[in-house]
T-cell receptor, first 117, second 113 residues
Framework: GAGVSQTPSNKVTEKGKYVELRCDPI?????LYWYRQSLGQGPEFLIY????????DSGLPNDRFFAVRPEGSVSTLKIQRTERGDSAVYLC???????????????FGAGSRLTVL | AQTVTQSQPEMSVQEAETVTLSCTYD???????LFWYKQPPSRQMILVIR??????QNATENRFSVNFQKAAKSFSLKISDSQLGDAAMYFC??????????FGTGTRLQVTL
């Protein structure tokens, strides 16, 4: 697509429920990133995919968080047993090649706002 | 680990005036890139400007320019001829060998008439 698409735009759920957030990156972009942005904070890195594999998942806060990218395009961030502290905007970004080259830049989606009641 | 610090939670500027947003960072890496991103209420992060650490010359993009002081680990953003559309959150960010962006906490810029 023309840009990075994230669905749903907003999600309200109850504590303890399971949630899936979807990211559809720009066509042909091999690198995909998930970030979490809590209220009043900057985005915090969660996980980075290069193709189908997670190249760096060091930012996932605990084992309730999991992400997949089975065909190297669309990615899903999965959160089990949601807690009120998981409330945040979850941002997805993609790039043609990994950021390590520095010359490349990330294109961000508009994010999914998750509210856990 | 790399850190990025933005010490100005909020800034205000009058339309057509100039404003400077501050950013400092800490790293032991010699090769890295610095960025300023703009986040309007729509939430989508938009790249404003990028600086490569090995380049002495400060980056410029139209009304936006940076003052990159490598020894001081400082990377400020100057917005000239401010416009109402410049009102947004501005984030400073760093990337080095780890292939991911580290962001500061942001500065909210208000533009007044």
């Amino acid at each position: 697509g023309a840009g990075v698409s994230q669905t749903p735009s907003n999600k309200v759920t109850e504590k303890g429920k399971y949630v899936e957030l979807r990211c559809d990156p720009i066509s042909g972009h091999t690198a995909l990133y998930w970030y979490r942005q809590s209220l009043g904070q900057g985005p915090e890195f969660l996980i980075y995919f290069q193709g189908t594999g997670a190249a760096d998942d060091s930012g996932l806060p605990n084992d309730r968080f999991f992400a997949v990218r089975p065909e190297g395009s669309v990615s899903t961030l999965k959160i089990q047993r949601t807690e009120r502290g998981d409330s945040a905007v979850y941002l997805c970004a993609s790039s043609l090649i990994p950021l390590v080259s520095g010359a490349n830049v990330l294109t961000f989606g508009a994010g999914s706002r998750l509210t856990v009641l | 680990a790399q850190t990025v610090t933005q010490s100005q939670p909020e800034m205000s500027v009058q339309e057509a005036e100039t404003v400077t947003l501050s950013c400092t960072y800490d790293t032991s890496e010699s090769d890295y890139y610095l960025f300023w991103y703009k986040q309007p209420p729509s939430r989508q992060m938009i790249l404003v400007i990028r600086q490569e650490a090995y380049k002495q010359q400060n980056a410029t993009e139209n009304r936006f320019s940076v003052n990159f002081q490598k020894a001081a680990k400082s990377f400020s953003l100057k917005i000239s001829d401010s416009q109402l559309g410049d009102a947004a959150m501005y984030f400073c960010a760093y990337t080095g060998t780890a292939s991911k962006l580290t962001f500061g906490t942001g500065t909210r810029l208000q533009v007044t008439l």
